[in-house]
């Protein structure tokens, strides 16, 4: 079973960039379509982006799109979220997750099994 730990969460002021990192243990990387999850206080879970185990297709929630990037080094065994031009509105505890591929790219957290901690993103205005 994978395990997922994120890191590069943060505060940063409006305007700025973050980088976060989810590193996975414990299973082979490339087996794993990989989801990056956003929750803020009081809301529920949402989809930020997902990549699929080749990063041949990357798909992103249009709160994000032209503002963060999802990419994955399977080499080293990490998936990443770019995060440029930041809004008090992304703050929230980011949340990688995995999971083994299907034939469809699914973008609801229920599809994910496998998940990390989070990180949290604190975006001051």
């Known amino acids: 079973q994978v395990q997922l730990v994120e890191s590069g969460g943060g505060l940063v002021q409006a305007g700025g960039s973050l980088r976060l990192s989810c590193a996975a243990s414990g299973g082979t990387f490339s087996n794993y379509d990989m989801g990056w999850f956003r929750q803020a206080p009081g809301k529920e879970r949402e989809l930020v982006s997902v990549i699929r185990w080749d990063g041949g297709t990357t798909l992103y929630a249009d709160s994000v799109k032209g503002r963060f990037t999802i990419s994955r080094d399977n080499a080293k065994n990490t998936v990443y979220l770019q995060m440029n031009s930041l809004k008090p509105e992304d703050m929230a505890v980011y949340y990688c997750?995995?999971?083994?591929?299907?034939?469809?790219?699914?973008?609801?957290?229920?599809?994910?099994?496998?998940w990390g901690q989070g990180t949290q993103v604190t975006v001051s205005s």
């Open positions: 997750a995995a999971r083994f591929p299907t034939r469809v790219l699914p973008t609801t957290r229920d599809r994910y099994p496998y």
